[in-house]
């Protein structure tokens, strides 16, 4: 049973900062791509950035000098460094792999920006 497990999410202001972490769990294959993705209310769930290792990384326009993700290989857990966030960043974050796996999503964690 794989289980991808969000946290780190919160209310912040415009311009604020939050960390998220995604522990993951299960059989899981030693090497795989980790990801960032988020949905907003009434919006399509969208892919925020992935990493396999620290030379392969990508990030979304929309996101792209502004968040970076990391990984700790050794204690299976994922990052995400969220800065000069906006309004528009409102959403709640998932993690899963890249491509995601339905069955994977896990319940996320809510990022507000605002005011």
């Known amino acids: 049973q794989v289980q991808f497990v969000e946290s780190g999410g919160g209310l912040v202001q415009p311009g604020g900062s939050l960390r998220l972490s995604c522990s993951a769990s299960g059989s899981l294959p030693s090497v795989y791509i980790v990801a960032w993705y988020r949905q907003a209310p009434g919006k399509e769930r969208e892919l925020v950035a992935h990493i396999m290792r620290g030379t392969n990384i990508y990030y979304a326009d929309f996101v792209k000098g502004r968040f970076t993700i990391s990984r700790d290989s050794a204690t299976n857990t994922a990052y995400l460094q969220m800065n000069s966030l906006e309004p528009e960043d409102t959403a709640v974050y998932y993690c899963?792999?890249?491509?995601?796996?339905?069955?994977?999503w896990g319940q996320g964690t809510q990022v507000t920006v605002s005011s």
């Open positions: 899963n792999r890249f491509p995601y796996y339905n069955e994977y």
